[in-house]
DNA sequence: AGGGTGACGATCA
DNA sequence: ATGATCGCCACCC
């Protein structure tokens, strides 16, 4: 038996692709964080992965993506710009951090369409 | 191959 | 809340 291809790969690619696809999925209005990223694409511990990630590809909505618990990581203007952009997409805050309470996006998993 | 690095994260003081 | 530490993973020299 030669090994299983299309169960599931692991190149440092397809692990990129499940990351973009899980930052693509947060809709305007939501953020998450690194590591739930990671999570999510099924790469957990990999929140480093992720920022290396949203720096090579562009045109991520990289500004819906902060620190745990809602911290804007990005130092200097960049971190002032991330805030700027949550803003406009209609984040609220709590002090310095985004409000997690309202905004965390919950990651679906891979769901079916269910009957309603 | 080995060591340094980074938009991280959890924990401890 | 802040700073130090350790664990984590891939990338770069």
Do not use: C
Not at 37 to 57: F, Y
Not at 62 to 88: F, Y
């Amino acid at each position: 038996m030669r090994p299983r291809k299309s169960v599931k790969k692991n190149t440092s690619d397809d692990k990129t692709a499940r990351v973009v696809r899980a930052i693509r999925a947060i809709p305007a209005g939501k953020v998450s964080s690194y590591g739930a990223v990671a999570r999510a694409a099924g790469w957990a511990g990999a929140a480093r992965q992720v920022v290396q990630i949203l720096r090579k590809v562009h045109g991520l909505p990289w500004q819906r993506v902060v620190g745990s618990g809602g911290a804007i990581k990005l130092p200097g203007e960049s971190g002032a710009e991330q805030r700027i952009r949550l803003r406009m997409e209609g984040v609220t805050f709590r002090g310095a951090r985004v409000d997690m309470k309202q905004h965390e996006h919950k990651f679906g998993r891979s769901r079916r369409k269910s009957k309603g």
